[in-house]
Each structure stands twice: as C-alpha cells, then as structure tokens.
C-alpha cells in the first residue's frame, strides 16, 4: 500500500510541475483530490486492508495528500503569476508602429475671415443682426437713396427676381430693416452673402460683405474714423497706416473709402497696390439724412455712421491670394493652407 501511494505521489508531483495552465492545475486536482480522485480512492481502499496495517497506510495516504494539496496551491500561485505576465506582454503598446490618421476639416478661410471681424466689432460693442437675401428693390435701392433711375443703380449689376425684387447687391438694407423696427442707440454689424452680375480674378457672382453702423445723438464723422482705424489696427496690426479718401455713395454724406497701407509690398508699390502703396479695403461714410428719413428716425436729433466691405478681399489681402475663384473651387490643396 504504502509503495503504491509514493509512486502516485511521484506522478503526481510530475504532472503538477508539468502544467502549464489553471485549467490543467484544476484538472489535475480533479483527478487526485476529486470524489472519484485517485487519492480519494486510495482513502476508501483502506478499508479492505487488514487492521493492523491501516494506521500506517492511512497515515501515508494522508500526508500524500497533503503534500498533493500545497504543490497544487503553490503552482497555482506561479502559474496565475506566469499567465498575467504573458498577457501583458502581448498587450504591449507598439509605440514604433505608425498612428492611424485622422482627417480633419476646418473652417473655410472666408468664414474664418468673417468670424474674426465680428469679433474685433463685438469688442467695440457692436451686435449682428441679418437679412434677407432675396430682397425688396426698395431695401436694396429706394430706402438707401437710390431713386429710380438713378444712375448710382449702375453702379451695381443687379440680378433681377421681378422687378421690384432683387438678389441683394449689398449688406446695406440690412441698415433700413433694422432702423425700421428698432430705436437708436444703435450699433450693428450684418454680414452676410450678396451677389453680383461680375466675374473675373477679383469679382464673383457670390461674395460675402460685412456691414456695420452705429446711430446716436452726437454721432460725428471722428467716431466713424476711431471705429474703422481701431478694426484696421486690430485685424491687419497696430502699426498698419489708415487713411480716408473723399467718395461718394448715395446712402452717405460725406462718403469715404478707407485705405491701408499695402500689406504685400508695405507701402513701396507693387502689383498689387497698382504702385500707389495703398489698398482699399472699405467704404463709409455718415448715414445721409434722407436714409434716416425713410426709417422715420428725426435726423435733427440723430446721426450716424456706417460701413460696408468684401470679406473675399479681406481674405485675399490677408493671406495674399490674388484670384477670388481660388475661394470657391474647393479645392483641398488650396483649402487646406488656411
Ligand atoms: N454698400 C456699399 C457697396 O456694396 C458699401 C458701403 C459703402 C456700405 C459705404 C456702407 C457705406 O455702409 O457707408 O459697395
């Protein structure tokens, strides 16, 4: 008896070493240790063997059991210690191997444009509101002082939806809605898309202006020269020089068109510049007093300014593009500059 208990000792300590997984442990103890376990067996067989020899091969049966116990125990330990240091190792994070990349879309240069102007507004003070595009002849052209047959109506190629509607040619009746139905003070930026029978490297069908004015008592031609040199400082740069130039529009009185110093060359004449060393970049002047008529405000109590530019040719002066239809082609190569 005793003999058959170490060798099924001995086999098992060699399968116990031998295996490899929890499972093959767990098998194992099944196998010795189980009800019907081989150990067990030898327990039960006891029983059969004569008085006088159970003690001793009970005592045998009892520590090879034991023994069988904390082997397993032990391995359990290392195996379990074996199997999570495999797992991480094959969790390990490839640092070398390369990233999968992820496409990323962004704004498109015109609107970045735009954002940042109602930004440097909204620092002055200045709210938004917007109108329509398809609109009334009489906010694009009658109520800004545009008569009928009047010959400033050339100075825009208008598309016509009927007669008396218009795809808007400017940003400007955005100023006649919003004094119709609100009461100075007033200080607005609107921008937004118009659209004009033109196209060549610095005119499109499409385009998108910004305009801006303010109505109060008091307002003088200084706050319309501090406003727009304050937007031109704060957009082109601190040290770019201003300067305004006698125009005319019919919705303004005085007119100016506001230049700055030419970005591309710095003033020494180029291209550009046409050699002059200056760009226009917007017009203005203060709000003539038939327009302030119309909305039905009393011009003898209050004033105003107002301003109107081409965010393309903003953009372009600002990242020296030279033909708008780069703009609209959507063309990644291009876009993807910005
Ligand atoms: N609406 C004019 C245009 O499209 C731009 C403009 C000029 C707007 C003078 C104004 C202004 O508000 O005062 O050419």
Known sequence: MEEKVLKLLEE????LQAAKSLRELDDLRVRYLGKKGEVTALLKGLGNLPPEERPAAGNAVNRARKEIEGLLNSRKILVQEEERSLKVLSE???ISLPGVRRE???????????????DVFAGLGFSVRVGPEVEKDY???????FPKDHPARDMQDTFFIREDVVLRTHTSPVQVRTMESEEPPLRIVSPGKVYRHDYDVSHSPMFHQVEGFMVDEGV?????KGVLEEFVHQFFGPKVPVRFRASFFPFTEPSAEVDMGCSMCLGKGCRVCKDSGWIEILGSGMIHPEVLRYVGYNSEKFSGFAFGMGMERIAMLRYGIDDIRLLYEGDMRFLEQF
């Open 12 to 15: 098992a300590k060699m399968a």
């Open 104 to 118: 990323r879309g962004h704004r498109h240069p015109v609107t970045q444009v735009m954002e940042e102007i109602l």
């Open 220 to 224: 003088a031609f200084s706050d319309l």
């Open 139 to 145: 906010y694009n052209f009658e109520a800004l002082n």
């Open 92 to 94: 390990t994070l490839d």
